[in-house]
């Protein structure tokens, strides 16, 4: 690594030291909103010199600032993840809780220089699942799939060098997956993405929101909506998302 | 995490029922449901299959193919946290002549796991199988094991126990 790179981690780190002050629930609302603002001119900055990274040949260097980008984004959706529990939209906090969860992991997997500090923000992350959010119930669909295509060549998995979740040249390997058919849906403990969960009981007069217990009107149906019957109770989640279709 | 050992369907002539192929000279990854699929079509390989097989071909081991590629099976894509790898098959032939070449594989796909495990939330588990041929008795053992990456260590240990 290069001394300015040296420099331009050291940088970045301060900075986002001095915005991570409003990761706490009990920050003022329009203080954590300029801190989300803040965090995306950071992102959109160092898109920029990851693109730069990537022009260069910098491998190296454009792994380690995916790894920004990611570390940037869960930054983002924690604080967001306040700013809708101040709202009363469990659901929407949920949603950033998991997507910050999901962005620290890709930090980690980024480059090794991510470590420890990473690994800590992760734990404290469940720590906030388990102590602010009523315990879920997931949901995990199997597939069957034949046809699986690399997001770094566009080739089929099956031929190509590279392995999927590993970084290339800036970019994770993701296997976009090409399902035959739905081979069943199960309730599990740990599934591949918290995205996918029960989300509402049916009750006689709508449906009632697993997080905040209100009874809501039923929705227009939803595609990646699915009912579930379980112990003679009807309920409603999540069982797929845009990201369901890849692996890695 | 634990480690269960039992007997296996005789795999050379479930592979002839089938129309496969099983050559003795490479490390072979099976399906998952081999006992029950009546035809290749029934076949259906772990989620990590494609994933294992490049990286045992990237250390150069030999890795042979039961169906021609045109006949690979489809994966089984369990949007589940836990991994699921594919049956690794060792031959007895393969065993007495390349008994090293079973601890690089088995490194390689240790390695995998953890670098899977490292960045990924806690409480996942591995499921990974290893079937073995028993050159004396002509009888096929199952290893299955079942737990986090870091008992995965204990696999070789097992292997060789159910080889003597």
Known sequence: ?248 | MFITVSDYIDVKAKMGELGCSLPESGLTLLPLNLDSAASIAELRHASETSTVRKLLLQERLPLCDIVERDQRPPYIKNKSADLVLPTLYLSAAFLSQNSPLVSVALNVISSYIYDRFRALKPGRTVKFDVVLEDRESGKYRRIAYEGTEEGLKLLPASIREAIK
């Open chain 1, 1 to 248: 690594m290069t001394p300015s790179q040296v420099e331009y981690i050291q940088d970045f780190n301060k900075e986002l030291e001095q915005l991570c002050v409003y990761r706490f629930i009990t920050r003022n609302s329009e203080l954590q909103r300029t801190a989300c603002s803040n965090l995306e001119e950071m992102l959109a900055v160092v898109s920029q010199d990851k693109a730069a990274a990537i022009a260069e040949g910098d491998e190296h260097f454009a792994n380690v600032l995916l790894g920004f980008e990611a570390l940037l984004s869960a930054c983002v959706a924690e604080i967001r993840m306040y700013l809708f529990l101040k709202e009363d939209k469990p659901d929407a906090a949920w949603t950033e809780l998991v997507t910050s969860q999901d962005g620290f992991e890709a930090a980690l997997r980024a480059d090794r220089g991510f470590g420890e500090d990473i690994a800590r923000q992760l734990q404290r992350l469940q720590k906030i699942e388990k102590l602010v959010f009523p315990p879920q119930s997931f949901l995990s669909t199997g597939w069957v799939v034949k046809d699986e295509i690399c997001s770094i060549c566009e080739s089929d998995y099956e031929d190509c060098g590279h392995i999927k979740g590993r970084p290339y040249m800036g970019q994770f390997c993701v296997v976009h997956i090409r399902p035959l058919e739905v081979n069943h849906v199960a309730i599990v403990d740990k599934p591949a993405s918290k995205h996918c969960r029960i989300t509402h009981m049916k009750v006689s007069d709508g449906r009632e929101n697993r997080l905040s217990l209100m009874i809501e009107p039923e929705p227009k149906e939803s595609e990646d909506d699915v009912a579930v019957e379980s112990e003679g109770k009807l309920f409603q989640g999540v069982v797929a998302t845009t990201s369901s279709l890849s692996d890695g």
